[in-house]
């Protein structure tokens, strides 16, 4: 087997995880496929000859491409009132769970906005240590910091990160039955159901795009959640379970089109956070229309 043959054969091996790593920093899927490309392209240029540990080498081009990424976004100050929601990673809802692409983009929507929240330093220190094991004096390296001060960036993201994202229940079953019952409280215009099975400081967050910036909106709290789901129950003819980063989502549609993608966070058996896109385009681009 030749140098080039088998470099192709390892970086194959280790695209999952460079596309979760780039996914979590980014929440982009198009821009995670991106990175991993750029990165085969300087895997391409590079002598091997010295890298002891190519799976390391890779995370680490990865990770540097994405910090360049955050920090372009970061300079061009885009307007915080905007509600811009990462891309969702859509299954059927009888999709295997042992999957590989459902279980390298398993991470929550609502992580993924507070994770939009932190620095692209404070993100990186996070989603290499924490969600990856990445030793803080790689980390360290990768942002001209001591280990030290890696390791304090990580703990200020991971104090934003407890205290803003839900922890999802981790029985998807479970999930699935307090999102049938919310949408059948929507379906009946049942407005005490609703609340019942939302959390008292749910957060309800809509992406319509620059075609639908009207649908664009952050709401919080049972009640006012509840007057708005109401609204849901003329579309629950055309809504069908399916799995949303690899949790209880709904997909609605009709004539073949995709209206909206829902993603729940179903949390002590309560819906803590719902994130809907809605944006046409990005519907188009996640090819949802079967």
Avoid at 60 to 68: D, I, K, P, Y
Avoid at 142 to 148: E, I, K, Q, W
Avoid at 176 to 198: I, K
Avoid at 231 to 257: D, H, I, K, Q
Wanted: hydrophobic letters at 50%; a negative charge; proline letters at 6%.
């Amino acid at each position: 087997m030749g140098e080039d043959t088998w470099l192709a054969e390892r970086f194959e091996q280790e695209r999952p995880q460079l596309r979760a790593v780039a996914y979590r920093m980014l929440g982009s899927l198009s821009e995670a496929e991106d990175v991993v490309q750029e990165t085969w392209l300087r895997l391409a240029r590079t002598d091997t000859t010295e890298v002891d540990n190519l799976a390391a080498w890779l995370t680490t081009v990865v990770a540097r491409v994405c910090l360049n990424t955050l920090r372009a976004r970061a300079t061009r100050r885009e307007d915080p009132l905007d509600v811009r929601l990462p891309d969702p990673v859509v299954a059927e809802a009888d999709a295997d769970p042992a999957h590989a692409a459902v279980l390298a983009d398993s991470v929550g929507l609502a992580l993924l906005v507070v994770l939009d929240t932190l620095t692209p330093t404070e993100r990186l220190a996070f989603v290499l240590h924490d969600m990856f094991g990445v030793p803080f004096e790689e980390i360290g390296a990768l942002v001209d910091r001591s280990p030290a001060a890696a390791r304090q960036l990580a703990s200020r993201a991971r104090r934003r990160v407890r205290g803003q994202a839900p922890t999802p229940d981790p029985d998807l079953a479970r999930q699935r039955e307090v999102v049938t019952a919310f949408l059948a409280a929507a379906r009946e215009g049942d407005f005490d159901g609703l609340v019942a099975v939302l959390h008292p400081d749910v957060v309800l967050r809509s992406d319509g795009g620059s075609a639908r910036a009207r649908h664009s909106t952050v709401l919080t709290g049972a009640r006012v959640v509840a007057a708005q789901a109401t609204t849901f129950g003329r579309f629950s003819p055309f809504a069908r379970p399916v799995l949303v980063n690899g949790a209880a989502g709904v997909l609605v549609s009709a004539a073949g089109r995709p209206l909206s993608v829902m993603a729940f966070t179903v949390t002590g058996g309560r819906i803590a956070a719902i994130d809907v896109i809605a944006d046409p385009e990005r519907l188009a681009a996640l090819d949802l229309d079967r």
